[in-house]
């Protein structure tokens, strides 16, 4: 631990995914501390992944469902954040840990190489079903709101009703989907349409 402005800076016996120990400052409140992370954790994942892509849209509800299991959140300066009684700072600062850690598993929700290949898969056997020329990838619904962070995966047209597709090979892929339904149905509630939902059998967690 040492002294960083009107901070203390604590290196944590965690191990981020490139080897380098989870990073905590320290800021006295009054009766307790502020645990924060100085930014460093959406840093960590704008390295290879877009870091406001997990900021907004329906990666940004589970994030915030998942800092509130540990006890923080996301401030508006791009801080994950947690106050703490003194009593309690031993116990706060291993959840606060665990939370940055969990955090960077967000990349893979974005960025999934199995994800990937399932979602090429789904697209040709669309195309094969449907045509091509029907099959609407990453399809923006006009009449929602911010529709461009609720995006629906596939989406058929040419029929009476859209039929929309949401792929989901992981757990995290059929959180987002419910996210994602649950945003769009005030919005389209008077247009008939069918929803689907694809998946494997198999979960790479």
Request: with cysteine.
């Given at each position: 631990?040492?002294?960083?402005?009107?901070?203390?800076?604590?290196?944590?016996?965690?191990?981020?995914?490139?080897?380098?120990?989870?990073?905590?400052?320290?800021?006295r409140?009054?009766?307790?501390?502020?645990?924060?992370?100085?930014?460093?954790?959406?840093?960590?994942?704008?390295?290879?992944?877009?870091?406001?892509?997990?900021?907004?849209?329906?990666?940004?509800?589970?994030?915030?469902?998942?800092?509130?299991?540990?006890?923080?959140?996301?401030?508006?300066?791009?801080?994950?954040?947690s106050?703490?009684e003194?009593?309690?700072?031993?116990?706060?600062?291993?959840?606060?840990?665990?939370?940055?850690?969990?955090?960077?598993?967000?990349?893979?929700?974005?960025?999934?190489?199995?994800?990937?290949?399932?979602?090429?898969d789904?697209?040709?056997t669309?195309?094969?079903?449907?045509?091509?020329?029907?099959?609407?990838?990453?399809?923006?619904?006009?009449?929602?709101?911010d529709?461009a962070?609720?995006?629906?995966?596939?989406?058929?047209?040419?029929?009476?009703?859209?039929?929309?597709?949401?792929?989901?090979?992981?757990?995290?892929?059929?959180?987002?989907?419910?996210?994602?339904?649950?945003?769009i149905?005030?919005?389209?509630?008077?247009?008939?349409?069918?929803?689907?939902?694809?998946?494997?059998?198999?979960?790479p967690?």
């Amino acid at each position: 631990m040492s002294e960083d402005g009107d901070a203390l800076r604590l290196s944590m016996p965690l191990l981020e995914a490139d080897g380098d120990f989870v990073t905590v400052w320290l800021r006295r409140t009054m009766g307790g501390w502020r645990l924060e992370d100085a930014g460093t954790t959406l840093m960590r994942i704008s390295y290879d992944s877009d870091a406001s892509a997990v900021t907004r849209g329906p990666r940004r509800v589970l994030l915030d469902r998942m800092l509130a299991e540990y006890g923080a959140r996301l401030g508006d300066d791009g801080q994950i954040v947690s106050e703490t009684e003194e009593q309690h700072i031993g116990m706060s600062l291993l959840r606060y840990g665990q939370a940055l850690l969990r955090v960077n598993d967000l990349k893979s929700w974005s960025k999934s190489r199995i994800a990937s290949t399932f979602f090429d898969d789904l697209k040709l056997t669309l195309a094969e079903i449907a045509g091509a020329e029907r099959v609407q990838e990453h399809y923006l619904a006009p009449e929602v709101p911010d529709a461009a962070d609720y995006p629906i995966d596939f989406a058929i047209t040419g029929g009476p009703s859209p039929l929309f597709i949401f792929g989901v090979p992981t757990r995290d892929r059929a959180r987002l989907a419910t996210i994602v339904l649950q945003h769009i149905d005030p919005y389209i509630f008077r247009v008939r349409f069918d929803r689907r939902l694809s998946g494997c059998e198999r979960d790479p967690e």
